[in-house]
């Protein structure tokens, strides 16, 4: 046997060894693969698995908070909503009370503003400070509005006690024919005191209360021929006499400019006229100051 061949049997057992151990290990290998042939480790696949159902939990727990945020973000709209309704309530019932122009203040409106272009902020704000305004601006809001209560009230009893403080004619075309205190009486020629204002005015025309009140007397009454008495409460109290018919009646809520009665000349008169008394806390008072109040 030549050198060559000796050579090549001497390397043989190494080479079987080599290709025994090289096939163990890639059928190793070949087994340990898993069974979807995906060629990763199960233990990899086992932690995305649990990875990914943790980041499904944190979608849908973040999903429910934006929910939550979005219903207490509308709630509180809503109630700034009905709270900014009541104010321009409560302010549209002020301008009509005090009788401003709605065209200078007009609660339909939004106030005019402006001012230069600056900086915006760039930083978000955040869903808790954002709430924290919105409580804030509510609570200005409620402040604002008790405060229009208040200035209501005031505002109504105001004019509350113009409506019921005699003031003006109570008649809308005639004249003064005879003023209050001493004066000579038209039957006896005597000097005498008359305790009202005369209104020379037209057969028929209209007597207007000259404030709100409450008729307390309507009917005949000697000299005054057919009267009408109107309680205005604070100690105020109006007569109008001689009437020719009486068009209210007893317990009658009446208004300021309210027609009580017709110009007539009944009682203890020389013509048509109406006979106008004002009463404070039971005495009569000269009506010239009250007349002459809404001039």
């Known amino acids: 046997m030549s050198l060559q061949a000796r050579n090549v049997l001497g390397w043989l057992p190494l080479a079987l060894v080599a290709a025994v151990f090289a096939g163990a290990m890639f059928a190793g290998g070949w087994y340990s693969r898993p069974a979807d042939g995906s060629g990763l480790p199960p233990g990899l696949l086992r ?10 939990l944190q979608l849908t727990a973040t999903r429910s908070q934006a929910q939550a945020d979005a219903h207490a973000l509308a709630r509180k709209l809503a109630q700034l909503q009905a709270d900014m309704l009541r104010v321009d ?15 200078e203040f007009n609660f339909d409106q939004p106030a005019p503003m402006g001012g230069p272009e600056t900086q915006p902020v760039t930083q978000p704000a955040v869903m808790e400070e954002v709430m924290d305004s919105l409580d804030r601006l509510a609570a200005e809001l409620s402040n604002r509005q008790r405060q229009l209560e208040v200035l209501e009230d005031i505002l109504l009893t105001s004019r509350l006690q113009r409506e019921v403080k005699p003031s003006g004619w109570p008649v809308t075309d005639g004249y003064i024919s005879s003023v209050y205190g001493e004066r000579t009486d038209p039957f006896t020629g005597l000097n005498s005191f008359h305790p009202g204002i005369d209104f020379a005015a037209p057969l028929g025309s209209h007597v207007d209360a000259v404030a709100a009140g409450i008729v307390t007397y309507a009917g005949p009454d000697a000299g005054y021929g057919n009267l009408v008495e109107v309680n205005h409460g604070n100690g105020y109290v109006t007569r109008y006499g001689h009437n020719e018919k009486i068009l209210v009646q007893v317990g009658q809520r009446v208004h300021r400019g309210q027609p009580v009665a017709l110009i007539g000349s009944t009682g203890r008169s020389t013509g048509p006229h109406c006979h106008f008394e004002v009463l404070l806390n039971g005495r009569t008072v000269n009506p010239q100051r009250y007349i002459e109040a809404s001039r």
Not at 47 to 56: C, K, M, R
Not at 89 to 95: D, K, N, V
Not at 96 to 101: N, S, T, Y
């Open 47 to 56: 932690h995305w698995g649990d990875q990914l159902a943790q980041q499904q």
């Open 89 to 103: 309530a409560a302010g549209q019932r002020m301008t009509q009370i005090a009788g401003i122009d709605s065209k």
